[in-house]
């Protein structure tokens, strides 16, 4: 057994259902569909899978999902907690899952009707008295109760702190969205953004605007993981997890951690960006390209910072040339990601990364050595690099 | 208020002979079970069963052959648009039975539950028709909407061949007005109903807080042992571990750290656009409140602020901040 999950596993198969507003048709048929195309993409038949893992947030049961698709016998099932903070740990589950053995294939999974079922942006609410209810309950009352407005509380701190402008924001979304006006899976393919748009949009918690904020969307997103001995005898190039990590930091609470010392500081985004270097051995400056998890505009700029690509507050000055765009120093979501091709928890955004170490992204850049992918912002998180073979 | 006495006696003996009587007039379908209704119906209501709608399915299907959807029983017989602008048949012994009410008082209607049961399922080109019988009427009853009456009645379906294909009953409440009648319809429930901020959820490590709340006071806990103070509250001290704690009560004097300005989704019982801020108290804790009194555009990062205790709508008190 080893003692890190360095080259440890690789991603061989992925799959997603269209992306939609309304999809029509259950999150289980949904989470299916995505398995479904996942498990073929990796040329492998619903029988070689054993392990299968989602979100806490998941509707749809492993077990259901195992017998929907034809799934047999299940030797490793798990969940990982925290919204989009989950989105790599998933993939920390399933490579921990094949490294030690307890799983030879494990599908990652996530399916939502985020538009059409139960919408996040409407709002934390009643329930059974949990110690997570019973954390709502400070801000419910005085009408905190939206990702946004979670967010927007550190996003107004760092741009008091740091200069950081709406405009500079803006560059995020833009960055995406021309990625996203040639990706055909995308909401907003073909679609064009300009800056004057982005300004004049209404704000939705001030100081994040329409654009600003991720889409709500219907649809699954899957992928498959197996050992790197296996991958070999497979039909795809693999993306080797170089290394992968989850993190929570001190003090730290569900999106509302305002206790801290430092409204900015981000100790579990420092402490995953801080594994996922020393495990892999590689540094910024190796990284090709990035899957930034962007739920919010903002967060993506606080991730440049943890992760190193440039220093703390100056993640603005980073961006303003062009470093996320295609030919930049980052080219990063180039997918559109979650503001501008869909909303699937982060787990889209895997299967970005994994297109683009196989050089297949409607947006492919020229030098795909590495690809950062991380997760979800003000909660415990998570986040991995993906390599070639 | 409502007739009483000799009145009431005499009402409710003009009742009596409705009990068990037939309406008078027959319900009968203006089309044939026909493929277009159905399929209006399976779009309206999401209903994307091939039976009713796919001939190929169908004629695959047990039925053999296309059927309509058994919920939609009454939809065959309802009388159209005339239903609403209030045309009916004189003959209609249910709609005297109405007036009768209305005339002693009980002039508001609400419907509050219907049971059916389907024989067969239907075929297209079957042709339904209905007759409803007044099966009961209640004793006098004091309800949430006022004192009224509950009438039942019973329809029952039968096809071209007199064959019975399902009945349903239908309970309606009769029931006096306090209000006019136009202004109840569009006031009384959203009185009555006024939406209220979200209450938090009590539990043994928070309850006592939001006493201190009710009690006009912002407290902070406080280790018993090493004195340091915590805010959200939690069961034990993380930095001596210590179990033991008390609480103070806050100056509610404070600069704010950071804040927000809510503008979307608005959510009933909240004020938009709304500032919610975290407001460093001069104790050394932050809390989490609402800004009043200060124009969005006014609130700053460090703006000193202090907090008292308000009413925030027609039951729930929070600690919230104004400019100081």
């Given at each position: 057994m080893s003692t890190t999950l360095k080259d440890e596993a690789a991603i061989v198969g992925i799959g997603e259902t269209e992306y939609s507003k309304n999809s029509g048709r259950s999150e289980l048929a949904l989470a299916s569909e995505a398995c479904r195309a996942a498990i073929r993409d990796a040329g492998l038949t619903p029988a070689d899978?054993?392990?299968?893992?989602?979100?806490?947030?998941?509707?749809?049961?492993?077990?259901?999902?195992?017998?929907?698709?034809?799934?047999g016998d299940l030797t490793f099932f798990s969940r990982t907690p925290h919204g989009g903070g989950a989105a790599v740990g998933v993939m920390h589950q399933a490579a921990l899952a094949v490294a030690t053995g307890s799983a030879k294939a494990v599908v990652v999974y996530r399916a939502l009707n985020g538009r059409s079922g139960?919408?996040?942006?409407?709002?934390?609410?009643?329930?059974?008295?949990?110690?997570?209810?019973?954390?709502?309950?400070w801000y419910m009352p005085s009408g905190l109760m939206t990702p946004a407005s979670w967010v927007a509380m550190v996003t107004m701190r760092y741009m008091h702190e740091t200069g950081c402008t709406s405009a500079d924001l803006a560059e995020v979304c833009l960055a995406q969205r021309e990625h996203a006006v040639k990706n055909p899976r995308a909401f907003f393919y073909q679609k064009p953004l300009t800056l004057e748009e982005h300004q004049s949009a209404r704000a939705i918690v001030e100081p994040l605007g329409l654009y600003d904020c991720c889409q709500e969307t219907d649809g699954a997103a899957a992928c498959v993981v197996v050992s790197p001995e296996m991958a070999r005898d497979l039909p795809n190039p693999p993306a080797m997890i170089r290394s992968v990590s989850q993190a929570a930091g001190a003090h730290q609470e569900s999106m509302t951690s305002f206790y801290r010392p430092s409204l900015t500081d981000l100790p579990e985004v420092d402490l995953v960006a801080r594994q996922c270097w020393e495990i892999s051995g590689l540094t910024p400056d190796d990284i090709d390209a990035a899957v930034i998890y962007d739920a919010f505009s903002s967060i993506?700029?606080?991730?440049?910072?943890?992760?190193?690509?440039?220093?703390?507050?100056?993640?603005?000055?980073?961006?303003?040339?062009?470093?996320?765009?295609?030919?930049?120093?980052?080219?990063?979501?180039?997918?559109?990601?979650?503001?501008s091709e869909a909303y699937i928890h982060g787990m889209n955004g895997v299967n970005e990364g994994v297109r683009l170490i196989r050089g297949t992204s409607s947006s492919q850049p020229e030098k795909n050595d590495h690809v950062l992918v991380t997760a979800g912002v003000g909660i415990p998180t998570s986040g991995m690099i993906l390599g070639k073979a | 208020m409502a007739i009483s006495g000799k009145e009431r006696e005499d009402f409710e003996k003009q009742l009596e002979p409705y009990v068990g009587l037939d309406i008078g007039i027959e319900d009968r379908g203006r089309d044939p079970v026909n493929a277009a209704m159905v399929r209006h119906w399976c779009e309206a209501m999401g209903d994307h069963?091939?039976?009713?709608?796919?001939?190929?399915?169908?004629?695959?299907?047990?039925?053999?052959?296309?059927?309509?959807?058994?919920?939609m029983l009454q939809a065959w017989i309802l009388g159209g648009v005339g239903m609403a602008t209030g045309e009916s048949d004189p003959r209609d012994k249910q709609k005297e039975l109405h007036r009768l009410f209305d005339a002693h008082g009980f002039t508001g209607v609400v419907a509050t539950n219907t049971e059916q049961e389907y024989t067969r399922y239907l075929k297209m080109g079957d042709e339904i028709r209905a007759t409803t019988v007044i099966e009961s009427i209640s004793e006098q009853k004091a309800t949430g909407l006022g004192i009224g009456y509950f009438i039942n009645t019973r329809t029952r379906f039968y096809d071209q061949n007199d064959d019975e294909v399902g009945?349903?009953?239908?309970?309606?409440?009769?029931?006096?007005?306090?209000?006019?009648?136009?202004?109840?319809?569009?006031?009384?429930?959203?009185?009555?109903?006024?939406?209220?901020?979200?209450?938090?959820?009590?539990?043994?490590?928070?309850?006592?807080?939001?006493?201190?709340v009710e009690q006009g006071e912002l407290a902070i806990q406080k280790c018993s042992d090493c004195q340091a103070l915590r805010h959200p509250p939690r069961p034990m001290c993380g930095e001596c571990q210590s179990s033991d704690w008390e609480f103070v009560f806050s100056t509610g004097q404070?600069?704010?750290?950071?804040?927000?300005?809510?503008?979307?989704?608005?959510?009933?019982?909240?004020?938009?656009?709304?500032?919610?801020?975290?407001?460093?108290?001069?104790?050394?804790?932050?809390?989490?409140?609402?800004?009043?009194?200060?124009?969005?555009?006014?609130?700053?990062?460090?703006?000193?602020?202090?907090?008292?205790i308000e009413l925030v709508d027609d039951e729930m008190k929070l600690p919230v901040f104004r400019r100081a």
């Amino acid at each position: 057994m080893s003692t890190t999950l360095k080259d440890e596993a690789a991603i061989v198969g992925i799959g997603e259902t269209e992306y939609s507003k309304n999809s029509g048709r259950s999150e289980l048929a949904l989470a299916s569909e995505a398995c479904r195309a996942a498990i073929r993409d990796a040329g492998l038949t619903p029988a070689d899978i054993d392990g299968m893992t989602t979100f806490t947030m998941d509707t749809s049961d492993e077990i259901e999902v195992a017998r929907a698709v034809g799934v047999g016998d299940l030797t490793f099932f798990s969940r990982t907690p925290h919204g989009g903070g989950a989105a790599v740990g998933v993939m920390h589950q399933a490579a921990l899952a094949v490294a030690t053995g307890s799983a030879k294939a494990v599908v990652v999974y996530r399916a939502l009707n985020g538009r059409s079922g139960a919408r996040y942006s409407q709002g934390v609410s009643g329930g059974p008295t949990t110690s997570d209810l019973i954390h709502w309950s400070w801000y419910m009352p005085s009408g905190l109760m939206t990702p946004a407005s979670w967010v927007a509380m550190v996003t107004m701190r760092y741009m008091h702190e740091t200069g950081c402008t709406s405009a500079d924001l803006a560059e995020v979304c833009l960055a995406q969205r021309e990625h996203a006006v040639k990706n055909p899976r995308a909401f907003f393919y073909q679609k064009p953004l300009t800056l004057e748009e982005h300004q004049s949009a209404r704000a939705i918690v001030e100081p994040l605007g329409l654009y600003d904020c991720c889409q709500e969307t219907d649809g699954a997103a899957a992928c498959v993981v197996v050992s790197p001995e296996m991958a070999r005898d497979l039909p795809n190039p693999p993306a080797m997890i170089r290394s992968v990590s989850q993190a929570a930091g001190a003090h730290q609470e569900s999106m509302t951690s305002f206790y801290r010392p430092s409204l900015t500081d981000l100790p579990e985004v420092d402490l995953v960006a801080r594994q996922c270097w020393e495990i892999s051995g590689l540094t910024p400056d190796d990284i090709d390209a990035a899957v930034i998890y962007d739920a919010f505009s903002s967060i993506v700029l606080f991730q440049l910072e943890s992760y190193g690509f440039c220093k703390k507050g100056e993640a603005a000055d980073f961006i303003r040339d062009g470093a996320l765009r295609l030919g930049g120093r980052l080219p990063t979501n180039t997918h559109g990601g979650q503001l501008s091709e869909a909303y699937i928890h982060g787990m889209n955004g895997v299967n970005e990364g994994v297109r683009l170490i196989r050089g297949t992204s409607s947006s492919q850049p020229e030098k795909n050595d590495h690809v950062l992918v991380t997760a979800g912002v003000g909660i415990p998180t998570s986040g991995m690099i993906l390599g070639k073979a | 208020m409502a007739i009483s006495g000799k009145e009431r006696e005499d009402f409710e003996k003009q009742l009596e002979p409705y009990v068990g009587l037939d309406i008078g007039i027959e319900d009968r379908g203006r089309d044939p079970v026909n493929a277009a209704m159905v399929r209006h119906w399976c779009e309206a209501m999401g209903d994307h069963c091939g039976a009713y709608t796919d001939a190929d399915q169908a004629g695959n299907s047990v039925h053999g052959e296309l059927v309509a959807p058994p919920t939609m029983l009454q939809a065959w017989i309802l009388g159209g648009v005339g239903m609403a602008t209030g045309e009916s048949d004189p003959r209609d012994k249910q709609k005297e039975l109405h007036r009768l009410f209305d005339a002693h008082g009980f002039t508001g209607v609400v419907a509050t539950n219907t049971e059916q049961e389907y024989t067969r399922y239907l075929k297209m080109g079957d042709e339904i028709r209905a007759t409803t019988v007044i099966e009961s009427i209640s004793e006098q009853k004091a309800t949430g909407l006022g004192i009224g009456y509950f009438i039942n009645t019973r329809t029952r379906f039968y096809d071209q061949n007199d064959d019975e294909v399902g009945w349903l009953t239908f309970r309606v409440l009769k029931f006096e007005n306090e209000a006019p009648a136009a202004a109840t319809e569009a006031e009384a429930p959203a009185a009555a109903g006024r939406p209220q901020r979200l209450k938090p959820a009590l539990a043994h490590d928070n309850q006592w807080w939001w006493d201190c709340v009710e009690q006009g006071e912002l407290a902070i806990q406080k280790c018993s042992d090493c004195q340091a103070l915590r805010h959200p509250p939690r069961p034990m001290c993380g930095e001596c571990q210590s179990s033991d704690w008390e609480f103070v009560f806050s100056t509610g004097q404070g600069t704010i750290h950071s804040y927000v300005v809510i503008r979307y989704p608005e959510v009933p019982g909240y004020t938009y656009p709304l500032v919610v801020a975290v407001v460093d108290l001069e104790e050394g804790t932050r809390f989490v409140g609402n800004v009043l009194d200060v124009e969005p555009d006014d609130v700053e990062i460090g703006m000193a602020v202090q907090a008292s205790i308000e009413l925030v709508d027609d039951e729930m008190k929070l600690p919230v901040f104004r400019r100081a």
